[in-house]
């Protein structure tokens, strides 16, 4: 009957390799690839081979190894400057594996650590919590006077007058102005029934602000639209002249989509 040996579960092919580093105290810089590889594919072979998911990153490095084995084991008949060793990726693969496990293990150490700690909630009397510590205002002045007060005072509204810009200062505010696309186009109503006929350019003119102007526009529009005025024009860039036509003004127009 044989004896069952137990064998050490590695993470991954990276975790083996530096534990056979470890284990034969290897210059991580300078490994004996024949070796390790060695080492490494006795290993496999004894691996339970039922999940090839985890099989199949081993043959992965197993592979690799034989190829750098291969590649140390091949007569150099001209040493190039400058040639890389081709161990040279896998060590930086095994110093960044590193770093990062020990990083775990830190964190490791902090979660035990913090899973040892215990807080006890606050127990101060509401009376302690809410006392103010009086203000000794003699103290607090110290050597303040009334003039030393009133200099920092005119300091510091000297330095707000600086921080304004005196062009911008003179810029007027914008309000929003409020124009009723119904309440105007009673208005324009009303202007044809008095004038019948006129300049559309003149009309324009006499609104207050470019926002009358358009809504003028918008309700000169739905005139058309209802066949209260008609639109002519002589020439290209002439003046625009609006007519009355014969059909009724009504007093209240429901507004209809454009």
């Known amino acids: 009957m044989g004896i069952p040996v137990k064998l050490q579960v590695f993470e ?38 039922k999940d090839m998911n985890v099989m199949s990153e081993f043959l992965v490095m197993a592979a690799t190894l034989l190829d750098i084995k291969c590649k140390m084991l091949l007569p150099v008949e ?28 830190e964190l490791k150490d902090r979660q035990i650590d913090g899973e040892r700690t215990f807080y006890k ?3 101060i009397p509401e009376e302690l919590l809410e006392y103010v510590e009086p203000v000794d205002l003699s103290e607090l002045l110290g050597d303040l006077t009334l003039p030393k007060l009133n200099r920092i005072f005119q300091d510091v509204l000297r330095k707000q007058e600086d921080k304004i810009d005196h062009v911008r200062s ?8 409020e ?25 324009l003119e006499k609104q207050a602000s470019k926002m009358q102007v358009v809504v003028t526009f918008l309700a000169i529009l739905e005139l058309m639209k209802m066949g209260t005025i008609q639109i002519s ?7 625009i002249i609006i007519t009355q036509t014969e059909n009724e003004v009504s007093e209240e127009v429901e507004i209809g989509e454009y």
């Open 233 to 239: 024009q002589k020439d290209t860039f002439e003046d």
């Open 170 to 177: 003179q810029f007027g505010k914008i309000e929003k102005e």
């Open 78 to 105: 001209v040493v190039e400057e400058g040639e890389e060793d081709p161990r040279q990726e896998l060590v930086e693969q095994l110093l960044q594996y590193k770093l990062y496990k020990y990083m775990s293990y």
């Open 121 to 123: 909630s606050p127990t």
């Open 12 to 49: 991954g092919p990276l975790d083996l390799l530096l534990h056979l580093i470890d284990k034969n105290k290897i210059d991580i810089y300078d490994i004996p690839i024949v070796e390790i590889t060695n080492q490494y594919m006795e290993y496999i072979r004894t691996m339970d081979k």
């Open 179 to 203: 124009v009723s696309l119904p309440e105007k186009l009673s208005a324009v109503q009303a202007y044809v029934k008095q004038h019948k006929k006129f300049s559309f350019r003149k009309l």
